[in-house]
């Protein structure tokens, strides 16, 4: 394949995502009481929602454009961009009217996926690219598309998820909610509450995940995350929806008892979603001196190695002193990297469903 044909097919596959992604935002303004979140639509600056919007269908057409122009053969990604933007269009493009209010109703996050991915792409994808660890790991590793579908279904379930997340702790823990403490903790300066959720929520999270390498059944679950074999920013979507759900249910604990502040909160989650994404990330560089404080991707990769002596070790999501404090800290010296990722001797299936059911499935009879 030519050089010229390599970027066609390039552009191509790109502007097929963006015209998938730009149709998709387009039901999200027909549709905004189904397809979107209430919490979100409060904040949207609109103008530059809609330019946004007008400009990722232009991007996917003319990318569109190029695929099909370019290469001699396989020009379906082309085409469909083309078809996906000309769709977007037909039905109303950026200038698809929300008039008044909109009434409240069950939804689907799917604002906050297209949102997501489009930054979480565009920040991490690049820097991949300029500081891989595997420089011959592609943009489109094997296994991506499933890993996709664990990112979708997250976002698109964000209702359920946050209805999941918060409930366990106001049913089971209201007997421990002091208004003294939280009027305290939330008085404290922003910064101050930060660096106390980071401590706080590591060292929940460090419980959960601990246990989840323990006990059998936990295992099953999360061995889906770690069945992942080639790391980049989308593996750490790879989470069994069980999973999810009881890590972020006994996370957000903490958090409902002490009472922090909705702003402390909020920067805390977004710096939760860029660490826990970067973690997993295909970067090389070392971090040095950061890495004996904080975990890096080189630190969290061994966390994910198949190698025998970096399993179970290296829980800890944010303050490798967490490890350090409870024996499980593993950090080769020099720059020393995993050579083999995933799960030591199990398979499991490769699909999204067969994923979800593996955990309920009887283990093999031993011979």
């Known amino acids: 394949m030519t050089p010229f044909a390599r970027l066609a097919r390039a552009a191509g596959i790109l502007g097929v995502t963006l015209g998938a992604m730009s149709l998709l935002a387009v039901t999200c303004f027909l549709f905004p009481a189904q397809l979107t979140s209430p919490a979100l639509r409060e904040v949207y600056p609109m103008p530059f929602m809609r330019a946004l919007l007008q400009s990722v269908i232009i991007t996917s057409f003319a990318l ?13 990604a082309g085409a469909y961009a083309i078809g996906f933007a000309t769709v977007a269009v037909l039905l109303g493009g950026a200038e698809v009217p929300v008039n008044g209010l909109v009434a409240k109703s069950d939804y689907l996050g799917l604002d906050w996926f297209l949102l997501d991915l489009l930054v979480v792409g565009l920040v991490f994808i690049p820097l991949e690219r300029a500081l891989a660890r595997r420089r011959d790991q592609g943009i489109f590793r094997p296994r991506w598309r499933t890993d996709l579908v ?19 702790a106001r049913v089971f823990f209201a007997w421990a909610v002091s208004s003294k403490l939280q009027v305290a903790v939330a008085s404290q300066p922003a910064v101050l509450q930060f660096a106390e959720l980071v401590v706080t929520s590591d060292l ?34 790879r989470l069994h929806f069980l999973d999810l759900v009881l890590t972020r249910a006994i996370s957000f604990v903490p958090i409902f008892v002490f009472g922090f502040s909705p702003g402390a909160v909020l920067a805390y989650l977004v710096f939760l979603a860029f660490h826990a994404t970067f973690n997993h990330t295909n970067v090389g560089v070392r971090f040095r001196g950061i890495e004996r404080v904080m975990v890096t991707p080189r630190y969290h990769h061994w966390h994910h190695s198949s190698e025998k002596a970096a399993i179970d070790t290296n829980f800890a999501l944010h303050l490798t002193f967490v490890d350090r404090i409870f024996g499980t800290h593993h950090l080769p010296p020099g720059d020393a990297w995993p050579a083999t990722y995933g799960l030591d001797g199990e398979r499991l299936p490769n699909g999204y469903f067969g994923q979800f059911l593996h955990p309920f499935r009887l283990p093999p009879r031993a011979e």
């Not at 569109?64 to 379906?76: E, L, N, P, S």
């Not at 295992?219 to 593996?235: F, G, P």
């Open 64 to 76: 569109g454009v190029v695929d099909v122009f370019g290469r001699a053969r396989v020009r379906c």
């Open 150 to 168: 664990y990112f979708f279904i997250d976002h698109l379930l964000l209702q359920v998820t946050t209805f999941l997340t918060i409930a366990p």
């Open 204 to 237: 929940t999270q460090y419980a959960v995940h601990r246990a989840a390498h323990r006990f059998a059944f936990l295992w099953r679950i999360h061995a889906v995350h770690h069945s992942v074999e080639q790391l980049d920013w989308l593996a750490g979507s």
